[in-house]
């Protein structure tokens, strides 16, 4: 899987035309039991707190960048663990232990294949309060909140730099 996805960011510029969108989001584009694809777009700047995935899963960026924070459980909770930025092209695996908070720190869209080794949309999960770093249930409408006040975010700040 990892080496597909790869191979289909060898042309990063050829997936954008087929899944580039103007507005931040999560797209289903495959769902099953065992295999999950979304099409996530990170809005300018936008940040969603830690949660894990309690599965496998690989991301690849084909246009703009994620920059991802990585943690482990403590005896006093969640502690970071370290980072990955990626960009145009890269390929990045996560064990179905990771936990991560993810930054687009581009003032543009980032568009992003995410691959989830099950059934993504139904598997419970966690996520951490930003600032407590508290663990509660993984919530979705949350998650597309975040989205649509970072989608509306940019569009109050009238796309500076052109690029929306
Ligand atoms: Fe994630």
Redo the contacts with the bound molecule.
């Keep these: 899987m990892r080496d597909t996805l790869r191979e289909a960011l060898d042309r990063p510029g050829d997936v954008a035309t087929k899944l580039a969108r103007p507005v931040g989001g999560l797209e289903l584009l495959f769902s099953s039991p065992t295999l999950t694809v979304l099409n996530v777009i990170w809005a300018p700047c936008m940040t969603i707190y830690p949660?894990d995935?309690r599965m496998w899963?690989l991301i690849g960026i084909y246009g703009g960048g994620e920059d991802n924070t990585l943690f482990r459980r403590g005896p006093n909770g969640l502690t970071s663990s370290g980072g990955k930025a990626l960009r145009e092209g890269d390929v990045f695996s996560l064990g179905a232990e990771a936990i991560?908070s993810?930054e687009n720190p581009l003032r543009r869209f980032t568009g992003a294949i995410h691959v989830y080794g099950g059934d993504f949309v139904n598997q419970a999960r966690s996520q951490w309060d930003p600032d407590t770093f508290e663990e509660q249930p993984y919530d979705p409408e949350q998650v597309r909140s975040v989205f649509a006040d970072a989608n509306a975010a940019w569009a109050a700040a009238g796309s500076p730099d052109g690029s929306s």
């Design positions: 949660h995935h899963a991560h993810v």
